[in-house]
């Protein structure tokens, strides 16, 4: 697929994977089409000459506005889609009310499902087209704490790899991308969603969310160990859009790559025990 007059459309691009994404692909000539969920946002990336319009995962109705305003500018082609907005609920599974849950797989899962319907038809109806889900490596490996994306991610993992089976005879292709630590405001976001659903001070795990989960999540540590920037993760876009033929899967960052192996090779109590010490 090759990059020039190529349209795209990429959600989640306030900051991040998806704001590096939108302005490197409009630089390689893509006609970028970009969402985010705030008039400031749109305005930013106006302001970098990116066509931006407004989205929210959580409501169908802007869901179903933001494709109609991207096939009027493009005049009703779209070569690829991009799902990338997402956000975490940091807490442990035991403490989080279902409809915290809810919310989450709203905008993590039912959202990027919703989308995905609506750009199917017009990539059929061209005979071509990809789309390209940002996954994580918690759609490969569990992690304490973390449980809610998680769950977002690995019913992703499965939806993605179906829909790539159901769409063989289409010309439309179906791609995952496996980030591990990339520099991005994933953990501050959180920070809000957990004060929403999580009443840490009445778990029985009170202690644990203190010695553990609150300095993690409040306090500004620097980047991770092996962390990326967001580049890492456009770089393999760009390899999941322009190859003829691409892979299901682009493993990102050197923990990504591990987890992948070790899902495949290691016991699962292995597993459990070097999981539950990160």
């Keep these: 697929m090759s990059g020039a007059a190529r349209s795209i459309l990429i959600t989640g691009c306030s900051s991040g994977i998806g704001a590096h994404a939108a302005r490197a692909l409009s630089a390689r000539g893509w006609r970028v089409i970009a969402t985010c969920r705030t008039d400031s946002d749109r305005a930013a990336l106006a302001a970098d000459g990116l066509h931006a319009v407004l989205m929210d995962y959580a409501d169908t109705a802007s869901i179903a506005a933001a494709l109609d305003a991207t096939l009027q ?13 997402a956000h975490a609920l940091p807490g442990a599974l035991e403490d989080l009310p279902t409809d915290g849950l809810r919310a989450i797989f709203e905008a993590n899962l039912f959202g990027w499902h919703e989308l995905t319907r609506r750009v199917i038809p017009v990539m059929r109806a061209q005979g071509a087209g990809r789309i390209v889900q940002n996954s994580s490596v918690l759609g490969i490996a569990a992690l304490r704490w973390r449980g809610a994306y998680v769950a977002t991610k690995f019913a992703l993992e499965g939806m993605s790899d179906v829909l790539r089976m159901e769409l063989r005879d289409t010309g439309i292709d179906v791609v995952l991308i496996e980030p591990g630590p990339v520099s991005s405001r994933l953990r501050a976001n959180a920070i809000a969603h957990f004060e929403r659903w999580i009443d840490w001070r009445a778990s029985p795990r ?3 969310y203190q010695g553990e989960l609150l300095a993690r999540l409040y306090e500004d540590r620097g980047p991770d160990r092996f962390e990326l920037p967001p580049d890492a993760v456009t770089r393999t876009l760009l390899r999941a859009l322009e190859a003829r033929r691409p892979r299901p899967r682009y493993y990102v960052t050197l923990p990504a790559h591990v987890m992948a192996l070790g899902r495949r090779l290691l016991p699962w109590r292995v597993q459990d025990w070097i999981l539950s010490r990160i």
């Design 73 to 85: 500018h493009t005049g009703g082609r779209l070569d690829a889609l991009f799902n990338n907005g």
């Design 206 to 208: 009170a202690a644990q």
